[in-house]
Structures are given as structure tokens and as C-alpha cells.
């Protein structure tokens, strides 16, 4: 497969709108491998390869252990992670396949059981931008280098 066409330079003022989503999320509160376990996992559901190679790295280079990037995809049947971490990557799951229905209020509660509304807000914003992200590589077909 080849790439069809570089975002960055066919449409720079939408490519740079995403990097400042980028920017801001990278001034919020939440936790960096946090943040790469949302990217990692919404990237594995959506099938967005360069973006599943490009957090794994990221996750990697900030510590983030080979253990749980390898079981990320079966994160539930795991005790590698957290209760806060479970809520958000069942939250993650939720908003990423969100034409199988809405964000379930059990799946909420949990991550507000944790986390107070702005932090909650965050992270939506991060699952968000990085469903985004997904979508860009996919249609492009963004390929990740060798």
C-alpha cells in the first residue's frame, strides 16, 4: 500500500488545527503513559498502523513497560493495569466505537469515580484528537516507516 497523500502538506491549516489539539493536550494534567495508552488502544481498534507504531515507540521511550503494550489489546483479562487506568480504556473503548451505542453511564461513572470533571474532560479530548488522528492516517493510508 502506498500513502495517498500527505495531509501536512495538502492541507496545512487543518493539519496544524490538530497540532494544536496536540499542544493542548500535552499543557493537560494527564498522566504521559496514560495518554499513550489512550493513543496505542483507540489506534489498535480503529487499525490505524502508522499510529499504533508511532505510540508504541512514544510509550516505550517514556517507560512504558513491553508487558503492557503487548497485553494492551486484552487489557481486561490482565492485571498489568490500574483501576484508573481500566476506567479510562474502557472509556477509550466506548468513545472509539461509539456507532455501537452511546458511552454507557456505567463506563462514566467509573472514570468520575477517579477522576474530577475537568481531568474526565482531558481525557475525552485526548480519546477524541487521537480518534481523529486515526481517521486522517487510515484515509490517507499513512504508512509507518521502515
Request: charged fraction near 30%.
Amino acid at each position: 500500500m502506498e500513502t495517498r497523500f500527505f495531509m501536512e502538506k495538502v492541507n496545512p491549516k487543518g493539519y496544524t488545527a490538530m497540532l494544536e489539539l496536540e499542544k493542548y493536550l500535552m499543557s493537560t494534567s494527564i498522566d504521559k503513559k496514560l495518554k499513550e495508552l489512550i493513543k496505542i488502544r483507540a489506534s489498535q481498534i480503529n487499525g490505524c498502523a502508522f499510529c499504533i507504531d508511532m505510540h508504541t515507540k512514544d510509550a516505550r521511550k517514556i517507560g512504558e513497560t513491553e508487558q503492557r503494550i503487548y497485553a494492551l489489546n486484552a487489557w481486561r483479562e490482565t492485571p498489568f493495569f490500574t483501576p484508573e487506568e481500566r476506567a479510562v480504556l474502557a472509556l477509550t473503548e466506548a468513545i472509539t466505537l461509539v456507532t455501537e451505542g452511546h458511552v454507557p453511564d456505567d463506563v462514566y461513572n467509573d472514570v468520575r469515580r477517579y477522576f474530577d470533571e475537568t481531568k474526565t474532560a482531558e481525557i475525552i479530548m485526548a480519546i477524541v484528537t487521537i480518534n481523529a488522528w486515526n481517521r486522517i492516517g487510515i484515509s490517507t493510508r499513512k504508512m509507518p516507516s521502515v
